[in-house]
């Protein structure tokens, strides 16, 4: 199945699941789309479904989590960013800020499912190496895919009133690019690269 690319249609939000089974039918079609296109977390409305099921698939020694139908009941106050792409954006990497946990609840799991950092303390040298961040940041993108969001989106880019720290000190890490080319490095590391045509994201 192709990939859906075009914005108009992932504006629309998607209906929710009628049962668990056809949820977790979609979700089989999701994890072998997956598969094919190499990323970590798939909705259903990106395959042209309009069903409100989503599959997340960070930790490669673990199964798949597919999401029935569902809903962020709670935020952290705290944020971080990332750096995020999207297999309905090809080629495109956005720096977002996103909650550094979410509480959600679905259909298809009786609890409600946390998502956090491994790590209680994440520094710039280790947080994009965390798999429980990128885990929640990936839950928070497939989710906003099923309610009509992209990570182009302002509130997601550059919300109000953000609590994070916007002043970049020398030895703080950055993502750079250069054509289809990206690195982590010291910001005092970019200075120089910059001049030879590399951008900070």
């Known amino acids: 199945m192709k990939i ?13 699941c009628v049962s668990v089974s056809d949820g977790l039918e979609i979700g089989t079609s999701l994890i072998r789309e997956l598969g094919k296109h190499g990323g970590i977390g798939l909705a259903a409305n990106q395959l ?33 960013t990332y750096i995020e792409g999207c297999l309905s954006l090809p080629k495109k990497l956005i720096k977002t800020i996103r909650n550094k946990s979410i509480t959600i609840v679905c259909d298809n799991f009786e609890n409600e499912i946390i998502f956090q950092p491994d790590s209680d303390t994440l520094t710039n040298e280790n947080y994009l190496e965390d798999l429980g961040l990128l885990e929640c940041v990936c839950a928070q993108h497939e989710i906003g895919h099923l309610n009509g969001e992209l ?6 880019r550059f919300p109000k009133n953000p609590k994070v720290s916007t002043k970049i000190n020398r030895n703080d890490m950055v993502m750079i690019q250069k054509g289809d080319d990206t ?13 030879d045509g590399w951008k900070i994201i």
């Open 183 to 195: 690195q982590m490095v010291k910001y005092k590391k970019s200075e120089n690269l910059i001049k």
């Open 48 to 80: 042209g479904i309009n069903s409100s099921v989503c599959v997340i698939h960070v930790r490669k020694d673990g199964l798949p989590k597919v999401l029935v139908n569902p809903k962020i009941v709670s935020r952290s106050d705290e944020l971080v």
């Open 151 to 156: 990570i182009t989106d302002p509130k997601i």
């Open 4 to 16: 859906v690319t075009n914005k108009i249609k992932l504006r629309v939000p998607t209906k929710p």
